[in-house]
């Protein structure tokens, strides 16, 4: 043991060397920009030009309908996310990074600038053994977001909260599924507990989700098996935290042996159809013919038209360039944006599960789409770990980010980031970028790990036209954490992001300029979510925190 670790420190220290002489010579940054083959606007339908057809990366769907093989599907009731319609009415973060277009994990407007940070409260959570090998899931890991949600009254009044609680006027509940296998209560506000912890005893790292309709159902996905219980969705009732349908475990139709669904699921709200990504290569969707009597609290499902997506790749193998997803998919209209551990990157169309295009976006791909509308055109930003394409020795590798044309899966641009790799500890883009709003509608910012050296990292602010960097903002040690944008009253932005030495930084969205800092005291792998002036986030070291934002 002491001598593979002293072997790794070596090459971490090589690494840094070599990473300061290539810097003398090279660019850590380059910007490529595309040609589009053709014009396009929101009116069109997905579709792919030459280079995106599924079959140029050897694409072979496969299709199955409650437990038959089908060659092809009609959805008999069809799905429809339209651009105008928000994902929920309800008040809250119900999904990772909120919607179903992953606009941000923000609710609410600040009540003025904020000028610093501190922390309210914390809530200890624990550790899980894992399965095999040695160590423990600790504390909070990637993605690792709180979904955060007031209730209102009438719903409250038939949860199984605490009397209290259920009684306490503007409720806001913090749901947090963690690495320990358990799912925490907690109200905002103060950080008391909310009800009882839900023991489920696999790692969630993974958000989980709500449903959007307002209906008390939580999802929750795991992102790996424990022992002899395999990893499988599960969908739980938030009347009285009973377990109502689970799926997906150790799944036949799966092409791939590994198990994992740390995909932050939707649910069409017009078809009371979910839409659940899993690690194991499989797309699953099924109508919930969801039953609720918000009166008596009467809640059940009772799944049917099952069906299962699966697909290979010319080069996905169970040796590399993995199938399946990690990241949250977004949908618009009746169409899924997803890309995969092997770098291909698909659009679906989710009423007759078809892949419509596709696109080499390189590599493993943890961070989920994000769906932006600029000038009457769809476009996805979207980047990867660097994973399969590290060079042999020295792991390092040029990281894509990417801006994608929705309409076609063409490139607009590619920004490139000469970054190292650690195993088990990625470098590149982790994290889900920020589609600026208001004042900084022009940026996409991202944050990237392990750049310019081993173990440091910056979050980049681009320009959405160019990819060309409008500010840089050194985090110190590398982030993971997916950054969190939040505005005032009068449309000034405001950027939150965390480290992996548990640094908080609120930084001027607009400069990219440090307002002030704090320090969790161990590792911040997970993403924030924000309610108005609360910001929710758990640690590795086995914390949840409530950290107030103050003006």
């Avoid at 909310?194 to 307002?214: E, M, Q, S």
Wanted: hydrophobic letters at 35%; glycine letters at 10%; a neutral charge.
């Amino acid at each position: 043991m002491k001598t593979n670790r002293f072997i790794r420190i070596f090459m971490m220290a090589l690494d840094t060397v070599v990473l300061f002489f290539l810097g003398l010579f090279r660019k850590f940054s380059k910007v490529y920009r595309y040609e589009a083959t053709e014009q396009n606007n929101l009116e069109q339908q997905p579709h792919a030009v030459k280079g995106t057809s599924p079959e140029v990366l050897g694409i072979q769907p496969e299709l199955e309908l409650d437990g038959e093989a089908v060659s092809n599907y009609e959805r008999p009731d069809k799905i429809d996310f339209p651009l105008t319609s928000p994902y929920t009415k309800m008040q809250g973060v119900v999904t990772f990074r909120g919607d179903n277009f992953r606009s941000g994990a923000t609710y609410g407007t600040l009540t003025g600038a904020p000028k610093k940070l501190r922390e309210g409260w914390a809530v200890t959570t624990g550790r899980l053994e894992k399965g095999y090998g040695k160590g423990y899931w600790t504390g909070s890991g990637w993605t690792g977001q709180p979904l955060i949600v007031r209730w209102d009254d009438q719903l409250k009044a038939v949860m199984n909260l605490y009397p209290h609680k259920k009684e306490k006027k503007g409720l806001v509940e913090a749901i947090y599924s963690t690495m320990d296998g358990n799912v925490y209560f907690i109200d905002i506000e103060d950080g008391e507990k909310t009800r009882d912890d839900l023991h489920v005893g696999l790692p969630f790292k993974g958000a989980g989700a709500l449903d959007p309709r307002g209906i008390p159902l939580l999802y929750l996905g795991p992102g790996d098996s424990c022992g002899d219980e395999p990893a499988r969705g599960f969908i739980y009732s938030l009347i009285d935290c009973k377990k109502l349908y689970e799926f997906g475990a150790q799944d036949p139709f799966s092409l791939r042996k590994f198990h994992g669904y740390d995909s932050s699921v939707l649910v069409s709200e017009s078809t009371d159809t979910l839409i659940a990504p899993g690690e194991n290569g499989i797309i699953y969707t099924m109508k919930l013919n969801t039953k609720f009597d918000i009166k008596t609290g009467e809640l059940s499902i009772d799944p049917s038209q099952i069906v299962k997506l699966r697909y290979r790749t010319s080069r996905s193998s169970e040796q590399s360039y993995w199938l399946g997803m990690e990241d949250s998919g977004v949908i618009w209209k009746n169409y899924l944006y997803i890309a995969d551990n092997g770098g291909t990157m698909m659009c679906i169309d989710l009423n007759t599960m078809k892949i419509i295009w596709a696109q080499d976006v390189v590599d493993d791909t943890n961070g989920s789409p994000v769906f932006s509308v600029e000038d009457g055109v769809p476009y996805l930003y979207i980047a990867t770990s660097l994973h399969w394409t590290a060079s042999r020795r020295l792991k390092l590798g040029d990281v894509p980010v990417f801006k994608i044309n929705a309409i076609t899966g063409e490139y607009v641009w590619k920004h490139t980031y000469l970054c190292n790799t650690v195993a088990g500890i990625s470098g590149g883009v982790q994290a889900t970028c920020i589609n600026g709003k208001q004042n900084i509608s022009d940026l996409v910012i991202f944050p990237v790990a392990r750049t310019p050296q081993v173990r440091t990292g910056i979050l980049a602010a681009l320009d959405k036209k160019t990819g060309e960097t409008v500010w840089e903002f050194n985090t110190g040690k590398y982030v993971w954490s997916s950054p969190v944008d939040l505005y005032d009253g009068n449309g000034n932005a405001y950027i939150i992001t965390c480290n992996s030495v548990g640094d908080m930084m609120l930084l001027d969205g607009r400069s990219g300029k440090l307002i002030d800092r704090i320090n969790l005291g161990a590792n911040i792998e997970a993403s924030p979510a924000v309610f108005g002036d609360t910001l929710v986030v758990g640690t590795r070291g086995q914390k949840i925190y409530g950290i107030k934002i103050e003006s």
